[in-house]
């Protein structure tokens, strides 16, 4: 026996209608992707309005688009094939880019390598455009970042912009730089450890100088694994802070103090004399 009571299909609900835009930010057109705009939500709400953008196309596959829409914007050649090489640089210099589109592409890689907040004002004069168009492209990207549930945030702070980590990724992430600690430390991370150890207290741009490369990175590596640490600030322009060694950094080594360093002048390259690197800035 059938039910007389008819049925009706489920309709999918209607999307939410868009919230009146401000004055002073244009409505999404060619020069302004759709969903890059808007404001982050706040704590605990809903996130304003559909998700902006959607996952990577698959190596070789389509990108995917909204159910029925036959615009979908085809792959770029050049990133299909060969996962393990994907995407190749060639793929990635051939996308087309509006000026809007760079700007956004340069102010997402430099603040992906800036380990402090960064004005708005320093952006602008680095990517070559107004305070104005930067302020609000960080603005979009802020909010983007929360709408698509990023595992990273951007965030106004200290007078200026940086990426943080998700908190609800927390604790991943504190358990994946616990794993971190029981590895061995690279070749670069012990190099600057050896000149931490030797020429203490130092500053980043001193240990840099006498490596020759971005060590940003690394001291953030020694000082998680407690080897290094924050001894005071230089007297000279900036107040650059100076680091040295810790006692952790002693009882890896099984030295009662750092007179039980062996000799530099053992471990140089042949021709390279110790009072030239003291003599560095």
Same mark, same amino acid.
């Given at each position: 026996?059938?039910?007389?009571?008819?049925?009706?299909?489920?309709?999918?609900?209607?999307?939410? &209608?868009?919230?009146?835009?401000?004055?002073?930010?244009? &409505?999404?057109?060619?020069?302004?992707?759709?969903?890059?705009?808007?404001?982050?939500?706040?704590?605990?709400?809903?996130?304003?309005?559909?998700?902006?953008?959607?996952?990577?196309?698959?190596?070789?596959?389509?990108?995917?688009?909204?159910?029925?829409?036959?615009?979908?914007?085809?792959?770029?050649?050049?990133?299909?094939?060969?996962?393990?090489?994907?995407?190749?640089?060639?793929?990635?210099?051939?996308?087309?880019?509006?000026?809007?589109?760079?700007?956004?592409?340069?102010?997402?890689?430099?603040?992906?390598?800036?380990?402090?907040?960064?004005?708005?004002?320093?952006?602008?004069?680095?990517?070559?455009?107004?305070? &104005?168009?930067?302020?609000?492209?960080?603005?979009?990207?802020?909010?983007?970042?929360?709408?698509?549930?990023?595992?990273?945030?951007?965030?106004?702070?200290?007078?200026?912009?940086?990426?943080?980590?998700?908190?609800?990724?927390? &604790?991943?992430?504190?358990?994946?730089?616990?794993?971190?600690?029981?590895?061995?430390?690279?070749?670069?991370?012990?190099?600057?450890?050896?000149?931490?150890?030797?020429?203490?207290?130092?500053?980043?741009?001193?240990?840099?100088?006498?490596?020759?490369?971005?060590?940003?990175?690394?001291?953030?590596?020694?000082?998680?694994?407690?080897?290094?640490?924050?001894?005071?600030?230089?007297?000279?322009?900036?107040?650059?802070?100076?680091?040295?060694?810790?006692?952790?950094?002693?009882?890896?080594?099984?030295?009662?103090?750092?007179?039980?360093?062996?000799?530099?002048?053992?471990?140089?390259?042949?021709?390279?004399?110790?009072?030239?690197?003291?003599?560095?800035?």
């Amino acid at each position: 026996m059938t039910d007389p009571t008819p049925t009706t299909p489920d309709r999918p609900s209607p999307p939410p &209608s868009p919230g009146p835009e401000r004055a002073d930010q244009p &409505s999404a057109g060619p020069d302004r992707p759709p969903g890059s705009g808007g404001q982050v939500p706040e704590p605990g709400g809903q996130p304003p309005g559909p998700v902006a953008g959607g996952p990577l196309a698959e190596p070789g596959g389509q990108a995917p688009g909204p159910a029925g829409d036959d615009a979908a914007g085809p792959v770029v050649e050049g990133l299909e094939g060969d996962p393990t090489a994907w995407p190749p640089d060639e793929a990635l210099d051939a996308v087309d880019l509006d000026d809007r589109g760079w700007t956004r592409r340069n102010l997402e890689a430099i603040l992906l390598v800036a380990d402090e907040p960064v004005a708005a004002a320093v952006l602008a004069e680095i990517v070559g455009s107004r305070l &104005s168009e930067v302020e609000e492209l960080l603005v979009d990207l802020a909010g983007e970042y929360a709408r698509d549930g990023r595992g990273f945030v951007l965030r106004a702070i200290a007078g200026g912009w940086r990426l943080y980590t998700h908190p609800g990724a927390r &604790s991943v992430v504190e358990a994946f730089l616990r794993a971190g600690q029981q590895s061995r430390l690279t070749r670069a991370a012990l190099e600057t450890l050896a000149v931490i150890a030797y020429r203490q207290p130092v500053t980043r741009f001193q240990v840099a100088a006498v490596r020759g490369v971005s060590v940003d990175g690394v001291f953030r590596t020694l000082a998680s694994r407690g080897l290094i640490h924050e001894v005071g600030t230089d007297p000279g322009p900036g107040q650059a802070i100076l680091y040295g060694t810790t006692p952790a950094f002693l009882e890896q080594l099984g030295l009662n103090d750092l007179d039980q360093l062996p000799p530099i002048k053992d471990y140089l390259p042949e021709g390279v004399d110790l009072l030239d690197l003291q003599d560095q800035p």
